[in-house]
């Protein structure tokens, strides 16, 4: 099948040179569907390289991008509150293995806790005494740690 458009005739097609459509003329059929081409106004000549009555430009085909997907990226505060619940979660496992066997004492503002001591709070669950003060501990739950208050009379 020749597709191509006869010799010694006009094909409007792009020319690189131009920078836009122009007349080409036909100069030779160099095989069944290839013709050799001159730009009517620069004179440039270029091969047009048909398939299906459709001119093929010599452009490499555009690879789909390789690119891996970004990744989601954690805000700042994300990361922190990310790195101080491992940082908690591990700092949990630890006093577990020190001091899980205790029987947990359940968390009430009124009651005093000492370092050390494992509580059970309604809400937060388990959790074990790393500071105590006057008036409020703080306590390293499975997620993270938490200052609450106590000896409040
Ligand atoms: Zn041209």
Redesign the pocket.
């Known amino acids: 099948m020749n597709n191509l458009p006869a010799v010694a005739s006009n094909y409007f097609v792009e020319?690189?040179?131009?920078g836009q459509e122009?007349y080409?003329k036909v100069l030779t059929h160099v095989g069944e569907d290839t013709a050799k081409l001159e730009?009517?106004?620069?004179?440039?000549k270029k091969t047009l390289k048909m398939s299906e009555g459709v001119p093929v430009e010599k452009k490499a085909a555009k690879k789909p991008s390789t690119k891996a997907p970004k990744k989601p990226t954690l805000s700042r505060a994300e990361k922190a509150a990310v790195a101080a619940a491992s940082a908690a979660n591990a700092r949990f496992i630890e006093l577990q293995e020190k001091i899980g066997e205790q029987k947990a004492q359940p968390y009430r503002m009124a009651s005093n806790f000492n370092v050390d001591m494992k509580i059970e709070h309604p809400k937060f669950g388990v959790g074990f005494v790393v500071m105590s003060l006057t008036d409020k501990i703080e306590v390293v739950f499975q997620d993270t740690s938490r200052q609450l208050v106590h000896g409040r009379k």
């Not at 020319?15 to 131009?18: A, D, E, I, Q, S």
């Not at 730009?39 to 440039?44: F, G, K, L, S």
């Open positions: 020319c690189k040179k131009c122009r080409h730009c009517e106004v620069c004179h440039t």
